[in-house]
């Protein structure tokens, strides 16, 4: 940044014609990129050039000239500072055309990827999905509790008693909760900058079932009579089916700590997804939109359906990579015809591997199911590269860095017959796709992206590749 920039503090008027991925409007002026808050594609407005950075300047809106025909009032109160959701203001229709953009962009001006990319797949609303939320707590100046996630570009709590994105059912709870929490008394510290205390407060719902886990992330366990309040909780709320305590110590950024403890109840929650039985704990990772990814999980089964024509060869196993607890692997092992050979799902976190064997167990999977905890980018290579050529399937799901480049080389080396990659980042799926197709003979079939978080600017993508000589 270079805050000695003679246009700092000048007035200009722009058109904005994109979006950042923080929601901002890009527009251009004198031939240079520049940032506003709260202006949408399509509009004009006089701004004041406010930093120059290393590739745009960021600018303050002072008038909007034009308006947008797709410009809305936002349905939540906040929505204007709170950084949880950044589109409200952007009606639904036009939300899912940015996104589809986002990625055919993405998969051709990081991947050189001209490929066809599907209509996103959007939910019926775009409110009330969210079967999760981890909520920032601390105590303002007047001791008050305030809850609520962080105002835009800062770690500033903007506080609210209602997120209208969340599943109704837990939008309804967190007041009541929070008040609770107030009355107790305790200190509350996100950032752990006054000495610590309560830091998140941790909602998650069974879609289907209705039942809620309730997890309080604290730096301590010094919360005197949290089991009575616990037993409080569940008498009053009979859905609440589990209260829990994360011990998370340490100054940083990472929400969670090494150990949750159950104080009252049952450490999981019961939830019914693609037809199966699941039991999903409050700390482990599953998908916080349960309708679209039961639609994912629609898409995989009909994507990896048993091969036309003749047996023949080895039986052909699916592989399930970062596989979580068992959330696609599981529906995909129902049918032997898919993958005689089995389900091997592969995931480093241990937790989450032992919650995926006893989803198998209990709806009578173990047979066809099993999953392995390790570090995935070691193993899988290993496990492609000894299975007879075109015997493997293999569906990948990885965090949001998307995979590593020697992991897909190895894809590349030794190319599953059919391969499935789940990407919640564009970005790092056109990588990924380019350094896979462009080494091996696996050619790109389809995009579908499907819009798992509405209001906001992140877009899901299933890409679907086979082998030349494949399916």
């Known amino acids: 940044m270079n805050s000695a920039s003679p246009h700092q503090g000048r007035v200009v008027e722009l058109e904005v014609t994109d979006l950042t991925l923080a929601g901002e409007g890009i527009g251009r002026h004198g031939g240079e990129v520049v940032f506003v808050p709260d202006l949408l594609p399509g509009e004009r407005g006089r701004v004041r050039l406010h930093h120059r950075h290393r590739r745009h300047w960021s600018a303050q809106l002072l008038e909007r000239v034009s308006r947008s025909p797709h410009r809305r009032t936002p349905p939540c109160t906040v929505a204007s500072r709170c950084g949880g959701c ?24 990081i991947g050189g990827l001209r490929v066809a990319v599907e209509p996103l797949l959007a939910p019926a609303s775009g409110l009330g999905y969210r079967n999760k939320a981890l909520v920032p707590l601390d105590r303002a100046g007047d001791g008050r509790l305030r809850a609520g996630f962080y105002q835009r570009g800062s770690h500033t709590i903007v506080d609210m008693d209602r997120c209208p994105v969340l599943d109704p059912r837990l939008d309804r709870l967190l007041p009541l909760l929070k008040q609770e929490l107030d009355d107790q008394g305790w200190p509350a510290d996100v950032d752990r900058s006054h000495g610590g205390g309560l830091r998140h407060l941790g909602l998650r719902i069974g879609t289907r079932t209705g039942q809620v886990l309730v997890l309080l992330i604290s730096s301590h366990d010094n919360l005197p009579e949290l089991q009575q309040l616990a037993d409080r909780w ?55 939109n349960t309708v679209q990814a039961e639609r994912v999980a629609g898409l995989l089964e009909d994507a990896l359906g048993p091969v036309p024509g003749p047996a023949a060869g080895p039986p052909s196993t699916l592989i399930d990579a970062y596989c979580g607890i068992g959330t696609f692997a599981l529906p995909l092992a129902r049918s032997p015809e898919r993958c005689p050979g089995g389900v091997l799902g592969l995931e480093q976190s241990e937790r989450s591997v032992g919650q995926a064997n006893a989803n198998a167990l209990r709806n009578g999977l173990e047979g066809t199911a099993r999953f392995e905890a390790c570090d995935v980018a070691e193993r899988l290579p290993d496990l492609l590269a000894g299975a007879p050529p075109g015997s493997v399937d293999l569906v990948l799901d990885p965090p949001r860095r998307g995979l590593e480049a020697a992991l897909c080389s190895a894809i590349a080396a030794h190319p599953p017959r059919r391969l499935a990659y789940i990407s919640c980042n564009p970005a ?4 990924d796709l380019q350094r896979i197709s462009s080494g091996s003979d696996l050619q790109i079939r389809s995009v579908q992206p499907i819009d798992f978080f509405p209001q906001t600017t992140h877009v899901e993508c299933l890409a679907l590749l086979t082998r030349a000589d494949g399916p």
């Open 428 to 431: 790092t799926l056109a990588r």
């Open 86 to 109: 950044t589109l409200q203001h952007l009606d639904d229709g036009r939300q899912r055309e940015w996104k589809r953009s986002q990625v055919a962009q993405a998969l051709e001006r």
């Open 234 to 288: 569940r008498t009053r709320w009979p859905q609440i089916v589990g209260v829990l305590l994360n011990l998370q110590p340490e100054p940083s950024n990472a929400i969670l700590g090494p150990e949750t403890r159950t104080i009252s109840g049952c450490s999981w929650l019961e939830e019914h997804f693609a037809g199966l039985s699941l039991r999903i704990g409050a700390d482990t990772f599953f998908q916080v």
